[in-house]
């Protein structure tokens, strides 16, 4: 049986291939050229093998980021793949990472003063990780006094979490908000023994 460009099943396998072989987002428009189909097509029949991988659980899955279709592993079966090809795990987020870029996600795009403003500590090491884990960058400038740079999320914090675009993000609530305040406030106590209650204490006995 010869297989013709417009068989349904021929066009799955070929959207598969071209997924599997462009290794990042790939938009409609070049599957639907690949395809040679029109553009409407080439989203159903993309999203037909996302359900179909999602459906059996397979161990690669189709991404929505921004309007475009990723091939990529599943995230739960990321540690067998480190046990073969041993590359590094995945970057593990402290709270404190956790809560800047949830304020980058939801505040974009933000400065790192506004950013240190909300968590009412000093964030730099926070945003240089977050810069390093490739789940935030500069993407601009304040048209301000010396032009800080404004941060917001990349296309890797988006595959990390699962979501199609920014747009899905669910808001921080302003008792979350409170909360990174008080935590922050906690982490420059511990940080400065001038602020330790116990370390004035001993002070005073010692006198």
Same mark, same amino acid.
């Given at each position: 049986?010869?297989?013709?460009?417009?068989? #349904? !099943?021929?066009?799955?396998?070929?959207?598969?291939?071209?997924? %599997?072989?462009?290794? #990042?987002?790939?938009?409609? /428009?070049?599957?639907?050229?690949?395809?040679?189909? /029109?553009?409407?097509?080439?989203?159903?029949?993309?999203?037909?093998? !996302?359900?179909?991988?999602?459906? *059996?659980?397979? /161990?690669?899955?189709?991404?929505?980021? /921004?309007?475009?279709?990723?091939?990529?592993?599943? #995230? !739960?079966?990321?540690?067998?793949?480190?046990?073969? +090809?041993?590359?590094? !795990?995945?970057?593990?987020?402290?709270?404190?990472?956790?809560?800047?870029?949830?304020?980058?996600?939801?505040?974009?795009?933000?400065?790192?003063?506004?950013?240190?403003?909300?968590?009412?500590?000093?964030?730099?090491?926070?945003?240089?990780?977050?810069?390093?884990?490739?789940?935030?960058?500069?993407?601009?400038?304040?048209?301000?006094?010396?032009?800080?740079?404004? %941060?917001?999320?990349? $296309?890797?914090?988006?595959?990390? %979490?699962?979501?199609?675009?920014?747009?899905?993000?669910?808001? +921080?609530?302003? *008792? $979350?908000?409170?909360? %990174?305040?008080?935590?922050?406030?906690?982490?420059?106590?511990?940080?400065?023994?001038?602020?330790?209650?116990?370390?004035? #204490? *001993?002070?005073?006995?010692?006198?």
């Amino acid at each position: 049986m010869i297989l013709r460009m417009n068989d #349904e !099943k021929f066009l799955a396998h070929a959207a598969e291939a071209v997924l %599997f072989s462009m290794g #990042e987002p790939v938009d409609p /428009g070049q599957l639907a050229a690949a395809l040679e189909c /029109g553009r409407a097509d080439a989203v159903r029949i993309v999203r037909e093998l !996302k359900d179909e991988y999602d459906l *059996e659980e397979r /161990g690669v899955q189709i991404l929505e980021i /921004g309007g475009k279709y990723q091939l990529c592993t599943r #995230e !739960k079966y990321y540690e067998a793949l480190i046990r073969v +090809v041993k590359v590094p !795990k995945k970057p593990v987020l402290t709270d404190v990472l956790r809560e800047t870029l949830a304020i980058v996600a939801n505040r974009q795009p933000v400065t790192r003063l506004e950013i240190e403003k909300i968590r009412g500590v000093k964030s730099d090491h926070a945003v240089n990780r977050l810069i390093e884990y490739d789940l935030i960058c500069e993407v601009g400038r304040l048209e301000a006094p010396g032009r800080p740079a404004l %941060f917001g999320t990349t $296309e890797e914090f988006l595959r990390r %979490f699962g979501l199609p675009s920014e747009k899905e993000l669910p808001k +921080v609530p302003e *008792e $979350e908000i409170s909360r %990174f305040k008080g935590e922050a406030a906690r982490e420059v106590r511990l940080d400065d023994p001038g602020t330790n209650p116990a370390a004035g #204490e *001993e002070e005073n006995h010692e006198d």
